[in-house]
């Protein structure tokens, strides 16, 4: 019955968060594996960045966070690279 719930409960979270291949900015389409220097040029300077590290603090990448069209739109760069794309809805 617990495991029931739980999944209930994941399926809900889901639905509001959703990991994209790419992300359209206008005419303009950015993807996974373009530089974090491509995405400066599309949507500008990032409202939030987050370093992302190890447990032991080594530096993996970082989070940029952007508010796109009331969306908050997450990109996690790492090695100067776009990895993730995420989209939350509000």
């Known amino acids: ?3 029931r719930w739980i999944l209930l409960l994941g399926l809900l979270v ?4 959703m ?3 790419t992300y359209r900015f206008g005419s303009r ?8 220097v491509v995405l400066i040029q599309l949507a500008g300077e990032p409202v939030y960045k987050e370093p992302i ?5 080594g530096f993996i990448g970082e989070r ?7 969306k ?3 990109f996690t760069i790492v090695a100067g690279k776009v990895a993730r794309i995420e ?3 509000d």
């Open 64 to 70: 940029w966070q952007y508010r796109l069209d009331g």
């Open 19 to 21: 990991a994209f291949d």
């Open 29 to 36: 389409l950015l993807r996974i594996g373009d530089s974090a």
């Open 87 to 89: 989209e939350l809805r």
């Open 72 to 74: 908050t739109i997450t």
């Open 53 to 57: 590290e190890t447990g032991r603090s």
């Open 1 to 3: 019955m617990k495991a």
């Open 14 to 17: 889901s639905t509001f968060a």
